[in-house]
């Protein structure tokens, strides 16, 4: 089945810089790549997502890159704020297993 | 709009008991998942389910059965707890590969003792 790595564990930046969390799969067939932010005490919400047939997506400060040859996948989000403080999981999704595998997750702090 | 709703919040058993944790969409989603989630391991996949009266076993079912009378709702259930199954359970209903955005509950924090 499809294992997803991600990468790093924990992430401090300065507020205002920008933070890459970067994530690897194994599936060849799986073709949707969503990002979750989950704060703390609630269930994890999606940011952006990612279809294979794109090779980059942005919504506002937040952008992820796919490369399919590499297999991998990667979230940044510009002009960091102390409400993009979260744990943050990639995540793929293989139509054929219809299976959606997450990463364990980064844990982000911005610093004031 | 409720979305997923998962009952119970909380809950502590002790070693050998039962129980079943109750999920409920309204969204008309065909699939259905529940994921546990342990410190450093991210979200694992126990069962899911494509589509009422189906369910299938996803990375860790081991301890656990599921089942989905009705399309709406999705059920798991621990027949003789442990505490390796304390744990934060998450469910989570999407539609098909078309439109695959999962939404997810709010969790069920259950405690093992």
């Known amino acids: 089945g499809e294992n997803v790595e991600q990468h790093p564990s924990t992430l401090s930046v300065q507020e205002g810089d920008s933070a890459v969390i970067k994530c690897t799969y194994s599936?060849?067939?799986?073709?949707?790549f969503p990002w979750y932010k989950q704060e703390l005490g609630k269930g994890p919400q999606l940011i952006i997502d990612?279809?294979?047939?794109?090779g980059e997506k942005k919504d506002q400060r937040i952008a992820v890159t796919l490369n399919k040859t590499a297999k991998h996948f990667s979230l940044h989000i510009t002009e960091t704020q102390p409400e993009d403080s979260a744990v943050y999981f990639c995540?793929?999704?293989?139509?054929?297993?219809?299976?959606?595998?997450f990463g364990s997750g980064t844990q982000l702090t911005v610093l004031p | 709009n409720a979305g997923v709703t998962q009952t119970p919040k909380f809950r502590v058993l002790k070693t050998g008991q039962s129980m079943t944790l109750l999920c409920a969409q309204d969204?008309?989603?065909?699939?259905m998942y529940w994921y546990r989630q342990d410190p450093g391991m991210g979200l694992r996949l126990i069962h899911y389910s494509v589509g009422e009266g189906t369910t299938a076993k996803g990375e860790v079912p081991d301890g656990y059965n599921v089942s989905r009378l009705k399309k709406q709702n999705f059920l798991l259930g621990l027949e003789s707890a442990a505490p390796s199954q304390t744990s934060v359970y998450f469910c989570?209903?999407?539609?098909?590969?078309?439109?695959?955005?999962?939404?997810f509950g709010q969790g069920t924090r259950l405690t093992v003792v």
């Open positions: 969204m008309n989603h065909e699939y």
């Open positions: 989570a209903s999407s539609y098909p590969p078309s439109t695959t955005e999962a939404f």
């Open positions: 599936d060849s067939a799986s073709n949707y």
């Open positions: 995540a793929g999704y293989s139509g054929s297993a219809r299976q959606l595998t």
């Open positions: 990612i279809r294979s047939n794109v």
